[in-house]
C-alpha cells in the first residue's frame, strides 16, 4: 500500500478547508435570515426569523480589529450582506468601517472614518465609501486588504447630514440623501487615489434624510426621512410616496421577493428598538433587551452589487 506523507495530508486538509472557507453552512442554508446591526453588546448578529435563533455573530474585541481600534465599533450603525452574501459590511457610531467575512468572522478591510458613520457601499472596482453625519462628510477609501488600518488612503467629500450611500451601476453614480437633498456623485474610477465630484442635486420633501437602499428586484430606492419613506426611481429622479409603509422616524427599510415582509426599524426609545416590524407594524423578529438601530434581509443585492459581483480589492 502506498504510504501517504504527512505533507500531503497537511496540504490536502490545508485545501479542503479552503474551500469550505468561502460559505457559513448556518448562513448558507437560512431560508429567511436577517443581519442586525445590534448596540447593546456593540455587535453585527445573523438572526433566523423563523426560530428567532442568532446563527452568526461578531463581535470587534473578539476579532482581529486592534485592541485600540475596538472603540471604534461602538454602536454598530449598519449592516448589509455583500459579495455573493459571504460578506457583512458595516460601519459604526465610533467612526470604524469593515468588511467582514462569514465563514471566518476575519476582518478583511477596516479603517476610521469619524464623525458618527452611519452607512458605507461597495465601489465598483472593491473600493468603500462610507456616509458620517458628524462633520456632514462622506468618505471614499482605497481598500487595500494587505496594508490596513493604518495609511489606508481616504479622500473627505462634503455633504450635509450624511447617513447613506448606494452605488447604481445603471447610472454610473453613486447616490446620497442629505439633510434635505438627494445628491448624485460621479466617481473618478481611480483604484489609487478614488474621489467622487457631485454631479446632480434634488430637493427633497422634508428634511433629515436616513435610509437609502435598493428595493428589491428594482431600478427605485427606498428613502426614508424624518417624517416619511418614500421610492425613489434613479432613472427618472422622482420621489413617490411608499403609503403602506410605516412613515415616521424609520431607520431602516428592507425588501425581499414574494414572502419576504418589507422590513422596518422604528425606534422605541432614543434611536434603538428591540423588534423588526413589518410595513403594517406587525412584528416579524423581537429580542428583549436588544438595541437594534438597522436591519436588513440577507439577500442578494440585485441592484448595486449582483451575485456575479465577487470579492475583489484595489489593484
Not at 100 to 112: E, H, L, P, Q, T
Amino acid at each position: 500500500m502506498k504510504r501517504i506523507s504527512l505533507f500531503s495530508v497537511f496540504f490536502l486538509l490545508l485545501t479542503v478547508l479552503s474551500k469550505a472557507g468561502d460559505k457559513h453552512p448556518r448562513v448558507e442554508s437560512c431560508d429567511k435570515c436577517i443581519v442586525i446591526a445590534e448596540q447593546s453588546q456593540h455587535r453585527i448578529v445573523i438572526a433566523d426569523v423563523h426560530s428567532g435563533k442568532v446563527i452568526w455573530e461578531w463581535r470587534p474585541d473578539r476579532s482581529n480589529v486592534q485592541s485600540d481600534h475596538v472603540k471604534w465599533f461602538s454602536n454598530p450603525s449598519e449592516a448589509k450582506v455583500v459579495y455573493n452574501r459571504r460578506y457583512v459590511l458595516m460601519t459604526a457610531s465610533g467612526g470604524g468601517v469593515a468588511l467582514i467575512r462569514i465563514a471566518d468572522k476575519k476582518v478583511v478591510f477596516y479603517a476610521y472614518a469619524g464623525g458618527n458613520t452611519h452607512s458605507a457601499e461597495l465601489l465598483p472596482d472593491g473600493n468603500i465609501v462610507s456616509a458620517s453625519s458628524t462633520g456632514n462628510f462622506l468618505t471614499v477609501f482605497r481598500t487595500d486588504t494587505t496594508h490596513f488600518p493604518d495609511g489606508v488612503y481616504t479622500k473627505q467629500v462634503p455633504i450635509e447630514f450624511g447617513h447613506n450611500v448606494v452605488w447604481d451601476p445603471g447610472n454610473n453614480k453613486l447616490w446620497s440623501v442629505g439633510m434635505s437633498s438627494i445628491h448624485a456623485f460621479r466617481y473618478n474610477h481611480n483604484c489609487a487615489a478614488p474621489d467622487l465630484v457631485t454631479d446632480t442635486t434634488i430637493a427633497m420633501p422634508g428634511n433629515e434624510g436616513h435610509d437609502l437602499v435598493p428595493v428589491y428586484g428594482e431600478k427605485r430606492l427606498w428613502l426614508t426621512n424624518a417624517s416619511n419613506v418614500y421610492y425613489f426611481d434613479v432613472n427618472r429622479k422622482k420621489l413617490t410616496p411608499a403609503d403602506r409603509v410605516l412613515q415616521d422616524n424609520i431607520k431602516s427599510v428592507s425588501s425581499g421577493p414574494a414572502g419576504f415582509p418589507t422590513i422596518v426599524i422604528r425606534p422605541k426609545e432614543s434611536w434603538w428598538t428591540d423588534e423588526v416590524l413589518d410595513a403594517g407594524a406587525k412584528t416579524v423578529f423581537q429580542h428583549k433587551g436588544w438595541k437594534i438601530y438597522k436591519a436588513r434581509w440577507v439577500l442578494p443585492d440585485t441592484f448595486s452589487n449582483p451575485d456575479g459581483f465577487d470579492f475583489h480589492t484595489c489593484k
